[in-house]
């Protein structure tokens, strides 16, 4: 009984506490609602075990406290010996063949899903996209389209398509994942890893999944699902935002919206931000120095897409030092 | 052979109550080294993981960031597993191996005194890191290659080099532990122990030592060669220049998968003991919870990559890692069910040892079942590094092993001191770390299922993300409070000396270590009497109650 109370007590609490906000969405209970056909099959294969592994639970766990409640002491001598059972071979071997067979149902129904979640219906074409994992943003080329656009942080597709992902890494693994859209795919320097999705409409959030250094919990991807137009529209005009999305993707996770500093130091009044040969090599080639370190987070980037941010943070971040000021920190 | 060091007369300074156990080469006093020092870095660790939680509790939370916060999680991760799991169950197994088996010592005295000492410097050279230059450790406890390559934006400095120092060292100290428990075990139990009669706990001991030799060499390989890589200029793992990084994944887990039984496998063999003596039953099924020991470390060789599913591994392997991952689950469900079995039909005392065993069975079930899903590999690409995981490794890790030694302190406690622990105290520990502990992991499982992954230092969600959050901050909060009773329960015990004093064979139990005095004299055993079951203890009780009086 001692043992009995406080653990209903407790589960009546936990139960409670875990209900309310619950009620809300699928409260953590499940996968995120998944918005992509891998994502539903992968969805469909938890709830499968989640059915077995819970009446497993129930089971055991109630037998547990039955056990705890009726064979409880009850006042008698610690001298007093239990019924003297060595073992019941039947019982044994009925608890060691039900869950093989449990385990076999679960693997089965595994690889029945498994074609859904593995590979892509089949597309007269699906879209392309390389996603290369880079510390501290992920970066999508859009390998199709005529002049190799290319995005920061959001990836814009068609909604309904399908999305074939090259999932590549230059410095350290990432890991690909939007919970909504199916499972998590490494990206691995030195390996080419595929992932795919199907997403339906609307803009799906997640995150980087493998410890990738300082900045990984701000490593944050989307994807944009729209309509076709909405993709031809950025596939056309990718030239006129590629410098804001930098900015706002990888510079400003370090130096601030503003360039007011943060992690990094404070650039908004470095004029180097006015010299666009500068800029690009410290992009390119990163810095290591007694100012501290740089990451080349522009080792990849076109003279292109260097021209459109140098253009960006000269119109929207540099502020001139005012005068009198000897240092732009 | 012989125990020379514990002369039984003074001779001059070896005798002074430090220096003898500066000196000592006493199995039990080395294993009461074990025991204690883990406990320091298991505060330690904790208090690592209190700041950990300090940080999450609240999104956006500024205290501990970046890579502070990830030489935190490095040290913390490698702290509980290296420094505070594996060596408190050599500890264990130091003292009771030779007294269960009826023997005076270990095969090997000197060389267990020289992996105690080797444990004690490796956990001082990993935690020297916090000085190192470029701070501590801050790949992760598995430190994928290139993060922990001596890079600019890797892992510059020393501190990556002082955790493969430290590995190499507590590797060694391991190696030659397991060594010496082997051949203590096969060679020196008394007579008529066979090996069908020997206590559930050095077959726990057995299969860990097993294990561990089999395993390590994996790791010193992956960690030698990353060495190579930071100070030399080999490129084993950059793949810029021909390495793969692949590679040190499958070392690494080679090694990495049958770690996690090495750590429970012998708090099994605990739980087999405890249940029994509380249950005043035998164990229910000696040979399928002696053989699903030997099932699970065999088949724990052979489940490595279910740690790789999102590596982009050819799906027949994928498919081989899912099977292997779920049979192991076929023998660890025997266990659960024997030791059920065992309660069945008791005379079930809750003391403190007994409630920890208790609590083991409720909470080690759920990190069991939390594992399916994971082997699942499909499922796998969802929950891989989320806070599922974070949850489930904590319900084997903790709820299993933790709650296992727990439990295994307080029933052996008066055998090592001759003292009991407080029960009422005990209780309260149990309790609170119970409660504690569900607070802090449960909400985890839901975390990682809304999207939240592990290793980050912070997060920008309410809602959901913010209540479950801050519910595990606070259970970390009470099972920091579990803990100090504890220490306020030794202090009491052992300082203050209010503990009880304990008779030879306090529990009523049944293996040989009970035989003995508490705590035993230097050479364990007068004479050891003739084993004709797993339980000689409780032969001797029978026979001595069927003499005429």
Known sequence: MRRKLPSLVFAVLVALATAGVAAAANGGFGPVTPASPNATHIQRAYYLILGFTAAIFVLVESLLVIFIVKY?????????????????????????????????????????????????????????????????????DYTDSKDQARSIGTLHVPAGAVVD???????????????????????????????????????????????????????????????????????????????????????????????????????ANNSVLTQRGSLASILHDGVTGSQGVMPPVGDTWTSAELDALAAYVKKHIYKAAPVGATSGG | MAVRSEAAYPVGWKNGRVASWLVTVDHKRIGILYIATSLVWFVAGGIL?????????????????????????????????????????????????????????????????????????????????????????????????????????ASPGNGQDYWILSLHILTLSSLLGAINFIVTIHNMRAPGMTWMRMPLFVWGIETYAILLLVALPALSAAITLLLLDRTVG????????????????????????????IMVLPVFGMISEILPVFSRKPVFGYKAVAFSTIGIAFFSMLVWAHHMFTTGLPVGLDSFFMISSMVIAVPTGIKIFNWIAT???????????????????????????????LAAFPVDWQLNNSYYVVAHFHYVLFGGSAFGFFGGLYYWWPKMFGRMLDE?????????????????????????????VRRVY??????????????????????????????????????LRKGVRAGNDPWLADTLEWYTTSPPPPH??????????????????RRLAEQPQ
Not at chain 2, 234 to 245: L, M, Y
Request: glycine share 10%; aromatic share 14%; hydrophobic share 50%.
């Open chain 2, 524 to 541: 364990n055993f007068d004479s050891v009497p003739y084993v004709t079951s797993p339980r000689p203890l409780r032969d001797l009780r």
């Open chain 1, 72 to 140: 409880r002491n009850r006042g008698r001598s610690r001298a007093v010996e239990g019924a003297q059972v060595h073992g019941h071979t039947r019982l044994e071997l009925i608890w060691t063949a039900l869950p093989v067979v449990i385990l076999a149902i679960i693997a089965g129904f595994v690889f029945y899903e498994l074609p859904n979640i593995r590979s892509a219906p089949a597309a007269a074409n699906p879209i392309h996209i390389t996603v290369e994992g880079h510390q501290y943003y992920w970066q999508f």
């Open chain 2, 343 to 373: 309660t069945w039909r008791g005379n079930l005392i809750f003391d403190t040892p007994m409630l920890f065993a208790l609590g083991f069975i409720a909470l080690f079930t759920m990190g069991g079942l939390s594992g399916i899903f």
């Open chain 2, 458 to 495: 912070t997060y920008h969600h309410g809602g959901l993300w913010e209540v479950y959050n801050m519910i595990s901050s606070v259970g970390s909060g009470v099972m920091a409070v579990a803990t100090l009773v504890f220490i306020v329960n030794v202090w009491r015990t052992n300082v």
């Open chain 2, 424 to 452: 009422r105290l005990g209780k309260w520990h149990f309790w609170l770390l119970f409660v504690g502990f569900n607070l802090t992991f449960l909400p985890q499982h839901m975390l990682g299922l809304l999207g939240m």
């Open chain 2, 234 to 261: 080999t490129h084993f793992f950059i793949p810029s220049q021909g390495g793969s990084i692949v590679l040190y994944q499958h070392m690494f887990w080679f090694f990495g998968h049958p770690e996690v039984y």
């Open chain 2, 49 to 153: 993981a209190i700041l950990m939680r300090g940080q999450l509790a609240t999104p956006n939370e500024t205290f501990l960031t970046k890579n502070s916060y990830n030489e935190v999680l490095t040290m913390h991760g490698t702290t509980m597993i290296f420094l505070v799991v594996i060596p408190i169950l050599a500890g264990f197994a130091n003292f009771l191996v030779p007294l269960m088996i009826g023997a005076k010592d270990m095969a090997f005295p000197r060389l267990n005194a020289l992996s105690y000492w080797l444990f004690l410097l490796g956990g001082v050279v990993l935690w020297l890191s916090w000085f190192a230059k470029g701070g501590a450790a801050h790949a992760g406890w598995w430190s994928y290659p290139t993060l922990s390559e001596n890079f600019p934006f």
């Open chain 1, 165 to 267: 992902l090259k999932v590549v890494s230059q410095d350290v693994i990432h890991s690909w994942w939007i919970p909504a859209l199916g499972g998590k795919i490494q990206a691995i320097p030195g390996r080419i890893n595929h992932m795919w999705f199907q997403a339906q409409p609307g803009s799906y959030e997640g995150q980087c999944a493998e410890l990738c250094g300082a900045f990984h919990a701000s490593m944050d991807a989307a994807v944009q699902a729209g309509s076709q137009q909405a993709y031809e529209h950025y596939l056309a005009t990718w030239h006129d935002t590629i410098g804001r999305q930098i900015w706002n993707g990888v510079c400003a996770t370090c130096h601030g919206n503003l360039g007011q500093g943060g992690y990094g130091p404070a650039i």
